[in-house]
């Protein structure tokens, strides 16, 4: 945690991010940890530069062709206060 005077240093982060939607219906529902996620299987990949001038730090993943994830969602989530049990 930074000290409530600290002063912030720039830093710049970008990142491309590419999500493809398979037709692949996905519900997980737990009512016990109020916790539901309803979308679709996904693909994604990631490309992420970081830059931090003030050490002189850089870093570059690789490219967003060789990126995969073995793991994707794109949907909505409820939890909390705003979930009701599914029907």
């Not at 930074?2 to 037709?23: C, H, Q, R, Y």
């Amino acid at each position: 945690m930074a000290a409530l005077n600290a002063v912030g240093m720039p830093a710049i982060m970008s990142f491309k991010m590419i999500w493809k939607a398979t037709d692949e219906k996905i519900i997980y529902d737990d009512p016990q940890k109020q916790f539901r996620v309803e979308g679709y299987l996904a693909t994604a990949q990631l490309e992420a530069y970081v830059k931090v001038p003030s050490i002189g730090f850089s870093w570059k993943s690789d490219p967003l062709s060789e990126s995969s994830a073995e793991f994707a969602v794109i949907g909505d989530e409820v939890n909390g206060r705003y979930y009701n049990p599914m029907k």
